[in-house]
């Protein structure tokens, strides 16, 4: 009697479970690079870009801090919180510090961080090397 | 996302397999190729068992972690295990008999094709998958990353993700991945993970094939797989999968050895677990309450099988030792609540919590329910030790999770996974329902046949 329930409960199960990985397949291959390599950062970040730039830019061995200023109307509802979190994986090993080499905005006030804005876009995601 | 990183991956992959029949031929021997092929999903997971102590220790022991240093950790265990082979007088696979292909049965091959043909839609889902879940970016990757990166992992950097003093396996193979694939390659990472299942299924079906008929099996088999939580989550990058591998290939060894069959299990389920101790916290719980309930199960051997568990327990806890002394040594902590007893106020709430989650058909299909009956089934009618054994594991695994909700006080009591870690930890008891009824089942349908008790 279990072998018959297990049987018909996986049989109940298989197609959805199945159709449920093509889905996720198909709606994967449509993404772009970018969108798949952010991935979970799509759902926290202000800026695909900045990402970009700051792996670019800032040395392996360098520092960084991340700066967030006042909430867009446009970012995820998640940025706030979660934002540092996931700088800290796309630029893992490089440390996070206070005072650090560099610094990665978003929207922040970039007179409180002197420097060399090295990256900026229209809006106000840069990147600062401190002096 | 390239083709050679999928190259990288399955060469890797074979290495794990080559490591571990190493060590499977070193305890147990084969006496075939096929007998071989038959156990080479659990000689894959030994491989990575192994080889996850093997890097750890390194890792511990300041080996700078190169791609040079896992390379001569797998060579170095690979060596060892011939020349423990070699001195137990195992000898090479002798010729198979020819196949008699009207042994698979019928169902058997149903079994294997819709497996297969799932793994296949799985391979797709995870081939271009991005990295989504929190707990991967915001600690599991990043700790790869800093390994791979630096070769070792630095304490300053440790302290600043999440969970600093979870146990190094996980991001050790993860960078086991990077190395093999030639770069962090975060979304073909996936497919590492997809190995891993496979891996599981093949060594739990090659372990039970011919002990077990192909009707029982075989549905058990596919609905593990598919069961809503499970074939969600099967590629996510996080510990959570591969923990519950180990630990439900080392009760499959545990019920061999409960069956007295051979000498060889006992060592397979101290590598299976003491892999599972150093790759998640909750590893330490789970390996407790495997050995405490085969303790229980053999309560009546008290005088030859209790020496055996003791000694086996204790290679478990050596195993597990030298990471708990590393971050301890560097200042780190947060692997143990704040007190053993929990506060009372949480505890009714909490095992509420954990029998709600195991009984939740959307999570888990019908596993749960089905892995409860089985037990009082087998109780009547099968093998009372492996009830026994089973029935034990289940209690001890559900109150397991409840004391973690009710003793880790800044857990909400919640299924939120987000939140609670109660839904990943009550997939393990899932895996292991769906594995161990076949067997339990299997007792009754044999006795039955045979008008006693019998064991599969």
Known sequence: MCVVVAAVAAAARYPTALSEANHTARRDARQSYTDREIAGGNAVLPSQRSMYE????????????????????????????????YVRYVLAPRHEAPDADWVVCFNCELDRYPGEVVWRDDEGNALVRRA | MTARALAGLLVLNAGYLVVGSSLLWA?????????????????????????????????VVGVPMRALAFLAGAVLLTVLCAIVGRARGRSRPGPSAPLVLTTLSLVSA?????????????????????????????????????????????????????????????????VAAFHAMGGVDVVTLHVQYWFYAVGFVAAIAGMLLGRIPGWILWPFVVLVLVAPRMSESLLVPQADFLLQFLVVAAVVAAVFWLREEAGWPLPVLVVLLGAAVLTKREGLLLAAVVFAALAVASADRLRTAWPKLAVAGLAVAAIAMPWRLWYRDHGLTGESPPGFLPPLDRVEESLRLSLDVLLDPALWSL????????????????????????GTLLVLLVLGGAWVSAAFTDLPISADEAVNPIVRYTGGIALLAGVVCPILLAGIWAGSRRGTEAVP
């Open chain 1, 54 to 85: 700051a792996r670019a830019r800032i040395p392996s061995d360098a520092t960084y801090e991340v700066a967030i200023g006042e909430r867009r109307e446009d970012w995820p509802p998640l940025a706030p919180d979660h934002t540092p979190t």
């Open chain 2, 27 to 59: 305890v147990r021997g084969y006496g075939s190729w096929r007998e071989w092929a038959r156990y080479a999903g659990l000689a894959y997971l030994l491989g990575i068992a192994g080889l996850g102590i093997v890097w750890t220790l390194m890792l």
């Open chain 2, 110 to 174: 149903v079994g294997i094709a819709a497996v297969g043909v799932f793994f296949e839609a799985l391979f797709r889902a995870g081939r271009l998958h991005g990295l989504y879940a929190f707990d991967a970016w915001s600690f599991w990757v990043p700790k790869a990353k800093a390994i791979y990166a630096e070769g070792e992992l630095d304490v300053d950097f440790l302290v600043q993700v999440a969970h600093p003093s979870y146990p190094p396996v996980v991001p050790l193979l993860d």
């Open chain 2, 367 to 390: 596993l749960t329910v089905l892995g409860i009956a089985a037990v009082v089934l087998s109780a009547i009618w099968g093998d009372r030790r492996l009830a026994l054994f089973v």
